[in-house]
């Protein structure tokens, strides 16, 4: 198993003013600097690359922020991407590069005396709260004082340990959606077939930089939806690692959300050893079980939560009816639902089962719609999806549709609320890092 560093941090170089500067000329100077720092360097981490990639693509394209750098401070922007691109690592800062590289950024830096820039570098690179504290009285431009609070919100983020969950169920429950739900954007790949087949962990940033990136045998901090969708076939490990800020409550958590694969898949039995064996392997914080409401109790389902419930012990678990959307509300109604699965489930052996029920979809849907066009077709899906949701939950009052007339943030947003979603992020939110 390998868990790449790094991947919680947000990047800082959207608000470089350099990016701003419409000289060209100037953009590369900076960024040829940077590299030549870098090279001097010699590091040869995949991280480094991979950052440094990022920031050719970034300082090369056309600028994207408005502003400029003050002369003075040219070297200070320069250290705290240096620091942003090793992570912040004061073990790099130490080692033979990071001092080659503090010993010119010194020796050119025309701002503040000697002990404020070494003061700047141990906040920066060293993560010294003591420095951080003299660093607040500085004089600086508004410029670099944003790029200093971002560096300190990661450098605060990365100091957390993360909350980490896994979302199981057997096939097809819905457990890429659901993730895909609580992440507000289409990280892991759903399909109606079999398609999860490697863990994927997916980890919060602390603030929207814009960015998913992924380790998939090539770390990319920069991945498009299709290479988030492809498996690459060169990675022998069982994991796969993305990360993105989660448009939803879970926005600036420290948490780590793992998608695995369904364990009861006929044509590809592996699936199950991948997943059988994280559960056993590793602890989570916390355990959530998927259930699809319209397949409710299978013999598998009976099989896998058996395994379940040897294995995580007294670990805390809740579980989810999913797909609630797909039932019919003339013959059935949710509190009806939700008591005979807790019933099956204390059979089973589970003490005081926690049970939601959720559409994941239409969550996930109301999430994205506000950030695309939707026509009137598929506003009438959400409009019918809504009036099911409300239905089933009991509440059959039919809707005025007029209400929305011209506004799709006021039916996403209740289409979220009536997805049942909020309650269980509200769930993981408090859910506590076992010691
Ligand atoms: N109607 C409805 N469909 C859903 C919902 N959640 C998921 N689906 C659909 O169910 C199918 C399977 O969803 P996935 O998210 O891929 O399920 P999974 O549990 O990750 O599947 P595996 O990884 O193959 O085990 C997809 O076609 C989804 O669009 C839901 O809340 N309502
Ligand atoms: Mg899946």
Known sequence: MYHQKNMEMAQIIQANPILGSSETTERTEYFDTLMDYLRRARWK???IRAETDFYRNMMLAKGISRGKILPEEKYLFLLADIAAITGYQPKMMESAGGRKILYLL??????????????????????NDGAWNKVNKFQLSEGLRKYLELIKCNQDFTQMNPVRVIVIATMSAGKSTFINALAGSKLCWSQNMACTSKIHVITGKPYDDGLVYEDDHILRLQASQDILFDDDERNDESEIAVSSYFHSTLGGQRIEICDSPGVNSSLNVEHKNITYDIIKKQKFDMYVYLMNATQLMTDDEAEYLQFIKENIKKRKIIFIINKIDKLEAENETLHDIVGDVKKYLLAIGFKNPIVYAVSAEAALLGRLMPYEKITRRERRKLEFMLTDLL??????????????????IQICSDLIKASGILPIEKEIINVKKER
């Open 391 to 408: 239905a089933i939950a009991g509440n059959k009052s039919s809707i005025d549709y007029g209400i929305y007339e011209d506004d799709d």
């Open 106 to 127: 010194r020796k050119r830096n025309k701002w503040g005396g000697e002990n404020a820039f070494r003061c700047l570098v141990k906040a920066v690179w060293g993560r």
């Open 45 to 47: 981490s995949r991280w």
